[in-house]
């Protein structure tokens, strides 16, 4: 016999034990149920119990779900005392963000350590590479304030920051930097992730580099140089978190009272 043949008879073989076992099992299985000892429910019976053991819910029971339509649907945190700016007064923080003279000084301090890296190198030195330098770190800023602006517009979103109202440094800290990434949504002012704040760094480094910079830049280059953008929006969070911004501070005395923070209710 071959061993074709063995095979094919050992897998007939415990085919047949296993049809053999399962008809054994459903016949001892027969066999326990004993005729008069336990009833068998029938149809109207199981309906008669169902509906016997769904009572009708408390008043009020089922106040808290109506809304999302689930049975226990995370609720949005609302912010204490949160009052949603009117479309006037985030225009105006959009002016002072993108034009007023903080985004004046930043750029020139900005374009001064671009001028000692020499970067970038095509740019020549002097006055006429610090200009050069300043004005495509004021475009830049203008094009991203310009893109945050326009896509909270867009997303119904409150991009102001709101300082927080724990104790503390590092829960504060903590706090600045998720409001980096986050925004205010609703009449309650809950805060969800933020697209406008993540995607206008990269809007703007993007089309900085393909408009002015020098032709060796490309994509990578703008990708890389958004991340640093990125990281200087959350400096600055961190900033209007620490920092006085009465109008009595130093930065007000200065003229750099930045209006990307939240107008404070108690000044």
Known sequence: MSVRRVLVVVLLTAAMCRVGAAHTAARDIGSAAVPGEVAAPDAATDD????????????????????????????????????????????????????????LVESALLAGINQAQNSPRDWDQGLRGYGR??????????????????????????????????????????????STITGRYGADGHREFSVPSLVAPYVAQMVAVHAWYPQRYNSTDAFREANYSLLAYAGQNVVLEFFPSGPKSLLAKFHLQNRHAAPDPSN
């Open 48 to 103: 008669a119990s169902a509906g016997a053991s769904i009572s009708a819910p408390e008043p009020g029971e089922n106040e808290a779900t109506d809304a999302a339509g689930l049975p226990n649907a995370p609720q949005a945190k609302p912010v204490a005392g949160y009052q949603r700016p009117t479309e006037k007064v985030r225009f105006l923080n959009y002016l002072f963000d993108a034009y007023g003279p903080f985004p």
């Open 133 to 178: 330098r300043w004005g495509s770190d004021f475009g830049i800023n203008a094009i991203s304030t310009s893109t945050r602006y326009g896509l909270a517009r867009l997303f119904h979103e409150d991009t102001l920051y709101y300082r927080c109202e724990c104790s503390g440094v590092f829960p504060r800290l903590r706090h600045a930097m998720i």
